[in-house]
């Protein structure tokens, strides 16, 4: 085994792989940008070095800088993660140059897997099912039509080189054909310099089901069962589970038969994952195979008790599979969720901020938590916007679910947006339940999962109120007692009326004191603290259970399962304000401009989208702030743009 590996990679994955490394007594090389010198990773790592500025491109990005870390450290081999140099063949092959193992598979299994039709013509080869379509070389146009008609519509033309969901586009009938290929070329063309396209028949609904499969230098290869990641958004897979709801056994073996004979074709070696799509007729069809490890591993380990990080060691380091395809488990059902930073909201716009508060459910057989950063870390606009995965098991579906559930309701992030009250919305949604999940699901249900703001219930103003005073008697007791600030002591009054404001809606809350407790309406209330954010509140006979968080004047009320966001309209703060009105609109983080969606001139109503640029790895969409005019654009598409960089030039009408 090796005795020192370098982790090129950072965040969750780095952590995770250091984690196993710890647990065989291997040491940890980490590499980081200038943005991550305070990263969890370089924290929990043996060594660090700084490879270069905070673009990816300049550090994560440099195979020379890290090779030469690798000979600078002593590191035996490298751990690529996923995302940055994991499936980069000239970084496998720089590796095998310079005498450091590559933790992964061999350069030719990468190269064979990244051109798609390529790929296709050899899992035709090894029998591996397609969906009906055409991969050939020939690329006239006339006989791309010929083919698509043939295969019959709808028809989906993907870029050879493509993936991830880049690159494709649906074409529903024969006259659409030829404005959709050159489209789809001229992508291909700019995203990849490459415009080969293949053609397939286009499946609705399908499910998204992946097998992971592992194989050693011996030429064993088997399969560790399926994960179902169907619920994406955009090909952003949010939640991923295993088993898969919609396999059984038979179908289980089949595919991992299938996928078994996908990686034997391209000679692979180590962790693997094919995956496939399936329709509700439970056929299934190869899609690609990705050479890496894959984010949502975890809910594998969880259901077989395997360390897969392990395992990519022992393989690398010449050793074999340790258990047979018979020998895999399939215990109970894990789910993992990816918390976000990104505010569904606001048309799931990345968030960037320091995490003021971070606090999730403790680890135990049934949790893990999987995240590079600690409470007071800072989600920054470089990388991607993953805060952590929340992984679950159980020993059925619907327990998984209830235990997801629950340690959704316990995790609490201040400081950055994020989608927790979303997964909740979506994981206790009757589809997902019942086990009902497409590749269209989030889409079709984005009514019930991203519902209008709609009135908050009264008692999370009533909480928040308690907690205000709670929070005010505990500043009062460690100063002077003559400073106290209770209104009814300044002012001799015997009623105080805290304002609060959520989103639109303001909303007063009259509190009695009364002897040692309070009065609200006629109901007593008392309010406990049992931590810096725990509180025990009842009001009548109601016991509540609730935690709140301040943040400057926002109060973060956590009750229910759900995360409320209030306003504390803090009288001695306001004192003297005039309302400000809207500003220009700039950008909100770094990006690139990618389309202006409105024009010169033109009159829009609130809400109306007016320019979609892509940062953090996402699109997000600017939207007009109210009624008003666009009198002009400050971008164009293509624009690299800073934060706050004023991008429209909006007139608000009144
Ligand atoms: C498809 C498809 C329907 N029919 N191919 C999207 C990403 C890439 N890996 C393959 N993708 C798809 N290929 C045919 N012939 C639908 C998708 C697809 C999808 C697939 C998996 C998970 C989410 C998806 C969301 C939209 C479309």
């Known amino acids: 085994m090796f005795k020192k590996i370098l982790i090129a990679n950072r965040g969750e994955i780095a952590c995770r792989v250091i984690a196993t490394c710890r647990k065989l007594g291997i040491r940890t090389v980490a590499v980081y940008s200038e943005a991550d010198a305070g990263a969890r990773h370089v924290r929990l790592a043996d060594e660090a070095y700084c490879v270069g500025p905070a673009t990816s491109r300049e550090s994560y990005l ?96 993907k870029a050879s080189a493509g993936g991830g969901g880049k690159g494709m586009r649906v074409v529903n009938g024969p006259d659409e054909f030829a404005a959709a290929l050159a489209s789809c070329q001229r992508e291909a063309r700019t995203s990849f310099g490459d415009d080969h396209v293949l053609i397939e028949k286009y499946l609705l609904q399908p499910r998204h089901i992946e097998i992971q499969v592992f194989a050693d230098k011996a030429g064993h290869t088997i399969s560790l069962n399926e994960r179902d990641c169907s619920a994406q958004r955009r090909h952003q897979k949010v939640v991923e589970e295993a088993p898969a709801p919609s396999v059984d056994a038979k179908q289980r073996v089949a595919m991992g038969r299938a996928a ?26 190869f899609m690609e195979m990705n050479t890496r490890l894959q984010v949502e591993h975890p809910v594998t380990e969880m259901i077989t008790g395997l360390d897969l990080v392990e395992w990519q060691l022992r393989i690398a380091a010449g050793e074999d599979l340790p258990l047979t395809q018979e020998q895999v488990p399939l215990n109970g059902h894990a789910i993992e969720v ?16 320091r995490l003021a508060c971070f606090k999730t459910p403790a680890p135990s057989a049934h949790v893990r938590l999987d995240t590079g950063v600690e409470q007071g870390d800072e989600i920054t606009p470089h990388y991607d916007p993953m805060i952590a995965k929340l992984i679950v098991w159980d020993r059925t579906r619907e327990a998984a679910i209830e235990r997801m559930l629950g340690a959704l309701a316990e995790t609490r992030i201040v400081g950055v947006g994020h989608n927790v009250n979303f997964l909740s919305r979506l994981v206790d949604h009757a589809a997902f339940r019942e086990g009902r999940v497409d590749t269209g699901l989030i889409e079709r249900e984005r009514a019930a999962l991203m519902p209008a703001a709609t009135e908050l219930p009264p008692e999370v103003f009533q909480v928040a109120a308690l907690a205000q005073l709670s929070f005010e008697r505990e500043q009062n007791q460690s100063a002077s007692p003559w400073s106290a600030t209770d209104g009814w002591r300044i002012n001799g009054a015997q009623t105080r009326t805290l304002q ?35 509180l025990r509140i009842d009001i009548g006979q109601r016991h509540i259970n609730a935690a709140v968080v301040k943040a400057g004047e926002q109060m973060h009320v956590f009750l229910g399962g759900f995360q409320h966001v209030l306003t504390y309209v803090d009288p001695l703060v306001h004192a003297g304000e005039t309302e400000e009105t809207h500003g220009g609109l700039t950008a909100p983080m770094p990006g690139k401009i990618i389309a202006l969606l409105s024009e010169p001139g033109a009159e829009v109503a609130k809400g109306a989208p007016l320019l979609v640029m892509e940062a953090m790895k996402m699109e997000l969409t600017v939207f007009a702030p109210g009624k008003g005019k666009v009198v002009s654009y400050l971008c164009n598409a293509g624009d690299q743009v800073k934060e706050g960089v004023p991008l429209v030039d909006f007139l608000a009408s009144s």
């Open 500 to 534: 609060f404001a959520a989103g639109e809606q303001t909303k007063n809350v009259s509190i009695r004191y009364s002897g040692n407790g309070y009065l609200i309406g006629d109901q007593p209330a008392s309010v406990q603290r049992l931590s810096d954010s725990d």
């Open 260 to 285: 078994c004979d996908a990686a034997r074709a391209v000679g692979y070696v180590g962790a693997g994952t094919v995956e496939f799509i399936a329709d509700s007729a439970g056929n299934f069809y």
């Open 62 to 157: 440099r195979i020379d800088r890290i090779i030469e870390v690798c000979k600078q450290s002593g590191a035996q081999a490298v751990h690529p993660g996923y995302g940055f140099l994991s499936e980069n063949e000239s970084f496998a092959q720089a590796c095998e140059q310079n005498g450091i193992v590559f933790i992964g598979p061999p350069v030719h299994s990468i190269r064979a897997m990244g051109l798609k039709s390529a790929a296709k013509a050899l899992m035709q080869q090894a029998k591996v099912p397609l969906v009906p379509g055409y991969h050939g070389a020939d690329q006239d146009p006339s006989l791309l039509q010929r083919e698509a008609d043939r295969i019959g519509y709808p028809v989906l033309i």
């Open 338 to 353: 990816r918390i976000y930073a990104e505010e569904p909201e606001k048309g799931f716009l990345p968030s960037v901020g």
